[in-house]
């Protein structure tokens, strides 16, 4: 148990930092909590700033903080759950960061560094169905979580064999799947305000 706090800990506090929150008080000097769709990510950065180089560096420090929560608990223990429990943290710290009393981003660039480290094959699943709902929709947030939906089916339903491609030797397969789940959770909840906006103008058209 306690070698799954101190990654876990470590890994919140690398997801809390809030890039897109210093790069758009920077470049346009606004609280991008406080404009545009008001999420702490790289659409909204971009949106915000109509910069694309505030939206793409927002973009790959979002994922290198995964990757690197990731990489901070392979140094302090060599178990998945110390792993997956830092990966997890770190979506946790970028949704709900103390720093900016709790409202963060939705988690989709830095879930899919932590994804890169410890399940890249499920990757390409979300890619494909992401562009699937985003066609369907012409909404990011609908293909983000069709995307996420599938990725997580996909992660229950798949054979330990095709599992065990991605994962360390020595995991077992329900801990990975439990891991998706949580991940995903933790990405779904921070979809659903925007998801029912989009059907609610959906509706009213």
């Not at 925007?194 to 509706?203: A, D, S, W």
């Amino acid at each position: 148990m306690v070698s799954v706090i101190l990654p876990a800990l470590v890994g919140y506090f690398l997801g809390a930092i809030p890039a897109a929150y210093f790069l758009v008080r920077w470049k346009s000097n606004v609280d991008i909590r406080m404009a545009g769709s008001g999420n702490v990510g790289t659409l909204n950065s971009y949106q915000v700033t109509k910069s694309k180089a505030v939206g793409a560096v927002v973009l790959l420090v979002d994922l290198l903080k995964g990757i690197l929560a990731v990489l901070v608990a392979r140094t302090l223990d060599d178990q998945f759950l110390a792993h997956a429990a830092s990966g997890v943290a770190a979506v946790l710290g970028h949704n709900f960061p103390v720093w900016l009393r709790f409202k963060g981003g939705r988690g989709l660039a830095t879930a899919a560094g932590v994804m890169i480290m410890l399940g890249w094959m499920f990757l390409p699943v979300w890619m494909i169905f992401w562009f699937v709902g985003f066609k369907i929709s012409r909404d990011v947030n609908v293909g983000n979580a069709v995307g996420t939906i599938v990725m997580l089916v996909v992660a229950i339903f798949s054979p330990v064999d095709i599992i065990s491609l991605t994962i360390s030797p020595g995991t077992e397969a329900q801990h990975f799947t439990i891991f998706v789940g949580i991940l995903s959770a933790l990405i779904l909840v921070r979809l659903v305000e925007p998801v029912k906006e989009f059907i609610n103008t959906k509706q009213g058209k």
